[in-house]
């Protein structure tokens, strides 16, 4: 059959999305947007949370007397080049499948970030790149794969909070490499968890005062010429004014029916595919050889929507959470560990698809490509967004600036 890898608009995708990422990264960072802001927070005033990535830009900025909006674009435009060439090597070699086709094109996935400018940027996707790096060590020992996850997500941590919600993944991920089922393995990976949950709670628990906040604006602007933006007050407030904010779950209907459109269309192609896959029992821990791997999916997408409790950002962590499900179960393809059913999957695509190619292009255009989701819960969906996006570009150009 026919290999993804040779599929050309799939390259082309990819390869839009990655220079389309990068135009509006460098047409943003002049100015301060939440996405360059948040990348400021750092220990100036005291430890605060969110603030070891801009530490380290800080001082990277400052040593080499280099403007630190340009510093951070840098990593920004490293990131996104990283993310996205790490999501072909993932998938260029999988068959083609209108389902595959379905959950890669997700309007929730690739493109959203450039499609609602407002989710650009952002830190969350150092999570999605760090359950890459996971997938991608296949050659490496388990004790080198828990030890180098552990260090990079308390890593993560220090610069956004945000994978607390996303831990199960990694942890059922190795759970399911341990495929002896080895006792001082899966105490590694308790163990792992209880000194995540530990560091969390300590994050959780510091106080960070306006005072504090304050000294570190100061510390920016008179050492770098940088203003403090939203997102570096943002770490100031306490909890309870987010959770204020959301609402959730007393949404109204209105609000409940968009969300759930998004879950379905967004989610649905990839969790139907995950109905043709099951775990190879010589590749992965016994324990979990009966669970149906959509059981496993959904439960580990579950937890990461608690964030709804304390954001108004939705669009953003549908983005994220849709991100971690595809690259797990994908992964999971990609180190052998489940199995696709290609005779069930051919048959159930020859029943409910269309022989037309034509027909199916235009279904795959519809559920991926005629809508997004926005930046935030109470906001109507967005449409065509491939088409908005590349005809706004007009209004950027000219901040096209290094």
Not at 291 to 306: E, K, Q, S
Not at 346 to 375: D, Q, R, T
């Amino acid at each position: 059959m026919e290999k993804l890898k040779t599929n050309k608009f799939v390259v082309f995708y990819i390869y839009l999305s990655t220079f389309t990422a990068i135009f509006y990264l460098g047409s943003l960072h002049l100015n301060l947007s939440n996405s360059i802001t948040e990348w400021l927070i750092n220990y100036q005033g005291g430890f605060t949370r969110r603030g070891l990535s801009g530490e380290i830009l800080f001082q990277i900025s400052l040593f080499f007397d280099l403007e630190l909006k340009k510093t951070i674009l840098f990593v920004q435009i490293c990131t996104y080049a990283v993310f996205y060439y790490l999501i072909f090597l993932l998938i260029k070699e999988l068959n083609n499948y209108y389902l595959i086709y379905l959950s890669f094109f997700s309007a929730i996935f690739l493109f959203f970030p450039i499609a609602e400018l407002e989710a650009i940027g952002r830190k969350e996707i150092l999570v999605s790149i760090l359950m890459l790096v996971l997938i991608f060590l296949k050659n490496y020992s388990f004790d080198f794969k828990i030890y180098i996850t552990f260090i990079l997500s308390i890593l993560i941590l220090l610069t956004h909070e945000i994978i607390f919600f996303h831990i199960l993944y990694f942890l059922f991920f190795l759970f399911v490499l341990n495929k002896q089922n080895n006792t001082k393995n899966n105490f590694k990976i308790f163990l792992f968890l209880i000194l995540f949950l530990i560091c969390s709670w300590l994050l959780f628990k510091n106080i960070y005062t306006v005072q504090m906040k304050d000294e570190m604006c100061l510390s920016l602007l008179e050492n770098l010429n940088v203003i403090c933006g939203f997102q570096t007050h943002y770490v100031a407030n306490p909890l309870e004014t987010y959770m204020g904010e959301v609402r959730f779950p007393n949404w109204n209907a209105e609000w409940i029916i968009r969300h759930s459109f998004i879950m379905v269309f967004g989610y649905g192609p990839l969790i139907i595919l995950s109905f043709f896959t099951s775990f190879d029992k010589n590749n992965t821990n016994n324990i979990i050889h009966k669970i149906p791997v959509p059981l496993i999916l959904i439960l580990l997408i579950i937890p990461t929507y608690l964030i709804f409790y304390i954001s108004v950002d939705t669009g953003r962590y549908h983005h994220l959470s849709y991100s971690m499900a595809f690259i797990f179960f994908y992964g999971l393809i990609f180190n052998n560990l489940i199995i696709l059913n290609h005779q069930s999957l051919k048959k159930f695509e020859n029943y409910f698809f269309p022989k037309s190619k034509m027909l199916c292009a235009i279904i795959i255009f519809l559920v991926c490509f005629s809508w997004n989701p926005k930046a935030v819960y109470h906001e109507d969906l967005g449409s065509i967004p491939i088409y908005r996006t590349f005809e706004k570009i007009d209004n950027f150009i000219i901040n096209f600036k290094w």
